[in-house]
């Protein structure tokens, strides 16, 4: 009987295990070191990589799931707070960025950190063009702790943004702990700010016409050469040499066609003329050169070389304003060179020009809509395929972060579109999920495994019946050996029956009672030693027997538990929900993207209009200049042949 | 020479450079800038509740396997591409560019690879195929048998030099 209940009980075990096995499994989220290091390397992975975007969104997946996560990083280097500033600064989340600085900066901080976050904090508010703000922020940065906590880039880019507030102090009467030279000094040697420091320092000069120390400021940039090795080797070993002298020489075309101007606003055209020479022909400034060096020639009275600069400017394929003031200036020329047939040929010229220019833009206005914006914006490298009538304009600041926004705008309608996309297949594969569960539900319940429980049952009630007789008849509790034994015996009271019965049926005399008497004697024995044995058998038997019960009562439970799990319809709700959600948020983010494009492609439009109308007024001062010099070169001519009319006459 | 004066005039403006009209459309711009930064922000959340939730449809963690990539130092060999397989089967094949691989000398690490395995022992074996020592073409493989349990098991594939060998190491850790 207790094997019995052994193979019960194991069963009943087995049927419970698989019913645990059915249920879903809880996941629960860790948030022990190991993972969240592992998680803020994955961030520096994106963010060494320059993919802010990504770099944020693992920061967010990670402090979602371990919202004190930051202040629990073992990873040496820079606090990761403060490298989350620093990515959203570099994004465009300025406001996330300053919260949290200004949070590092009210908590108790390390000296590296509060430096830091002052410069970085200082920059977003120096790019928002708060600068009194940042002026203030940016002086609580000692030089000493710049040299200490700040990296040599971040230190020059903090030491320009100090010389271009002292400037914008200067001009708004706001007295300046430190000047433009002190900044200067601290500057690096080899750094590219050093450059834009000087230039700003000299224009600023000149603008509050301090002449010569504008122009002696500037000449720092302009006269500086080439060094040997660049103009040997051309940079040929390192690309990045390539960029920043490209930035070097852009810098020193700026500064000596301001020094150009500034010489010819002083009647220095002479050295003028010097300052143009220097503006290398195929830089961004050369069209504003060429135009300046007529005009210092001119202003010498050397006419010739005036006009075989200004020519040269007609004959480039651009349109801008040097372009096309070269056909007035050109004319102006000729008159004072006594060529007035000339110089009317060259306002004739012009003047188809500017219709022509004026017809151009004019066809623009009207062709150019939304849709034109969009797929400029879709193309890489937009800037490149622009017309040339149009060119001043769509290089515009303006105009370029209107793109900038746009070519965002587009980014972001693309990504919602895809992630629309993958809701739609998480749906689906919801539903696909759903009707593989329905089947296995359908297996389930047809597994024959759950209709053992009855069987069990029925068996176990069998023992219990068998437990309660063995009050009367102890030897249903004995053990194999006993079971073994009684068999044995009851053998052996068979054999010898048949034995007896067999020796009578010969005639013989009944065998001897001792054998018989023997059998009795251990049949008598083995009683008295079940009935010895009951109680504790009993007492294990029913504790078995209890132990059964329980197993049977989980069993049932569990049972009925995963019955009512099959019998309901596995809908994912929580999932779905989530979906559902996700789908809501993800249409309000499009609406928002749709608004703010339509705010673009309208700003876009008003600019472009605004600026072709500029344009447009702009050649027609031209026009109306130069049908002015016809009229009076006209008149001049008329008054002429009246004189030498009348002086014929006399 | 009025028209001369006029031009001067105009071209150090120039070089000066603000217009006025700018300044004046600078408020509708600033709003349009502050919805944008909005709109990125609300971009970047919902990015993350996607990735959250794919992981979670996809890879829920009693069967989660992650295999991250690591690489300390890197003097004794430059990454081109690693070949990961679990129980023989190629999972992921992944070619690194120059950025990757500077990005993971500097402390980042990549997940290379993310899947379901069920629960028991597994066999994960990574192909590593870059330039040696001397810049001479360098293969190495790295395995180890892990068991996987009910939660989500986390390894790493991890690349350090031995600087006594001066010669590049390969390892696979459990996390």
């Known amino acids: 009987m207790r094997k019995g209940y052994l193979v019960l009980r194991h069963s009943l075990l087995s049927v419970g295990a698989w019913l645990m096995l059915s249920s879903p499994a809880l996941s629960a989220q860790k948030c022990d070191t190991a993972i969240i290091d592992k998680a803020y390397q994955e961030v520096l992975y994106f963010y060494f990589q320059q993919d802010f975007y990504q770099a944020l969104t693992q920061f967010e997946i990670l402090q979602q799931a371990c919202p004190d996560s930051l202040s629990n990083i073992s990873q040496p280097g820079v606090d990761p707070n403060l490298l989350k500033g620093g990515i959203s600064l570099a994004y465009g989340l300025d406001e996330q960025a300053a919260d949290i600085f200004n949070r590092l900066l009210t908590k108790a901080a390390t000296l590296e950190t509060q430096t830091q976050s002052w410069y970085l904090l200082g920059k977003s508010l120096f790019d928002k063009q708060q600068y009194e703000v940042a002026a203030n922020i940016l002086n609580k940065i000692s030089i000493d702790n710049a040299d200490e906590y700040l990296h040599v880039k971040d230190k020059d880019q903090w030491l320009y943004m100090q010389s271009q507030l002292f400037n914008w102090q200067t001009t708004q009467s706001i007295t300046a702990a430190r000047d433009n030279s002190y900044w200067l000094g601290e500057l690096s040697e080899d750094s590219v700010y050093r450059q834009y420091v000087i230039y700003n320092q000299g224009l600023h000069q000149l603008q509050s016409n301090q002449y010569s120390a504008g122009v002696q400021t500037l000449e720092q940039i302009g006269l500086s050469d080439k060094s040997f090795f660049d103009s040997f080797l051309g940079g040929w070993w390192s690309p990045l040499t390539v960029i920043d002298q490209t930035e070097t020489d852009a810098l020193r075309d700026r500064a000596n066609l301001t020094i150009g101007y500034a010489h010819l606003k002083n009647q220095q055209a002479l050295d003028a003329l010097e300052a143009f020479n220097r503006v290398r022909l195929d830089s961004l400034d050369s069209d504003s050169a060429l135009l300046g060096y007529g005009w210092a020639a001119a202003q010498r009275e050397e006419y010739q070389i005036a006009l075989s600069a200004w020519q040269r400017l007609q004959q480039q394929p651009r349109s801008n304003e040097y372009v096309m003031e070269s056909y007035l200036a050109s004319a102006y020329a000729f008159e004072q060179a006594f060529a007035p047939t000339q110089a009317l040929e060259n306002l004739q010229r012009g003047l188809k020009r500017f219709a022509l220019e004026k017809q151009l833009l004019r066809a623009n206005q009207q062709e150019i809509n939304d849709q034109y914006f969009i797929q400029l914006a879709k193309s890489k490298d937009w800037s490149e395929q622009i017309p040339a009538h149009l060119s001043s304009i769509m290089l515009s600041s303006a105009f370029r972060n209107q793109m900038a926004w746009l070519e965002e705008s587009l980014t972001h309608q693309k990504r919602f579109e895809r992630w629309q996309q993958q809701l739609n297949t998480f749906s689906l594969m919801l539903d696909e999920r759903q009707q593989e569960a329905q089947l296995r539900q359908q297996t389930l319940k047809n597994n024959d495994l759950l209709s053992k429980l009855q069987d069990y049952q029925l068996l176990r009630d069998k023992l219990q019946a068998r437990l309660a007789a063995a009050t009367d008849e102890p030897r249903i509790l004995a053990d194999q050996q006993e079971l073994d034994w009684q068999s044995r015996l009851e053998r052996a009271k068979q054999r010898h029956k048949d034995i007896s019965e067999a020796w009578l049926s010969l005639n013989n005399k009944p065998l001897k009672p001792l054998y018989v008497a023997r059998l009795k004697r251990l049949e008598g024995i083995m009683l008295w030693n079940a009935s010895e044995s009951y109680a504790k058998r009993r007492w294990q038997a029913q504790k078995l027997l209890n132990e059964v019960d329980e197993l049977i009562a989980q069993t049932t439970q569990q049972q009925t538990q995963l019955m009512e799990q099959l019998n309901q319809t596995p809908e994912y709700p929580l999932q779905r929900q989530r979906i559902a959600d996700l789908q809501q948020n993800l249409e309000l983010q499009q609406q928002r993207n749709q608004s703010i494009q339509s705010q673009q492609l309208a700003s876009l439009n008003e600019l472009f209009v605004e600026q072709i109308q500029q344009q447009i007024a702009q050649l027609e001062s031209y026009e109306l200049q130069a049908k002015l010099a016809v009229v009076r070169l006209n008149d001049k001519a008329f008054r002429k042949a009246e004189a030498d009319r009348q002086g014929a006459k006399q | ?175």
């Open chain 2, 1 to 175: 020479m009025k028209l001369r004066t006029f031009m001067l005039t105009v071209l150090l403006c120039t070089l000066a450079g603000n217009s006025s009209a700018q300044q004046a459309d600078g408020n509708e711009q600033q709003t349009v800038a502050k919805q944008l930064q909005q709109l990125r922000k609300e971009v970047i959340a919902l990015n993350r509740d996607l990735f959250v939730l794919e992981e979670d449809l996809l890879f829920p963690s009693s069967t989660q396997v992650v295999v991250y990539l690591s690489v300390d130092v890197g003097t004794y060999f430059k990454l081109d591409a690693v070949e990961l397989k679990i129980d023989d089967q190629v999972v992921t094949e992944y070619l690194y560019t120059d950025r990757q691989v500077d990005a993971l000398y500097r402390g980042g690490v990549q997940r290379l690879h993310i899947g379901n395995l069920a629960q028991g022992e597994h066999q994960i074996s990574a192909f590593f195929i870059g330039l040696g020592p001397e810049g001479r073409e360098y293969k190495r493989a790295t395995s180890l048998t892990f068991s996987k349990d009910s939660d989500a098991k986390a390894l790493e594939l991890n690349i350090n030099d031995a600087t006594g060998k001066q010669q590049p190491e390969f390892a696979v850790v459990e996390l």
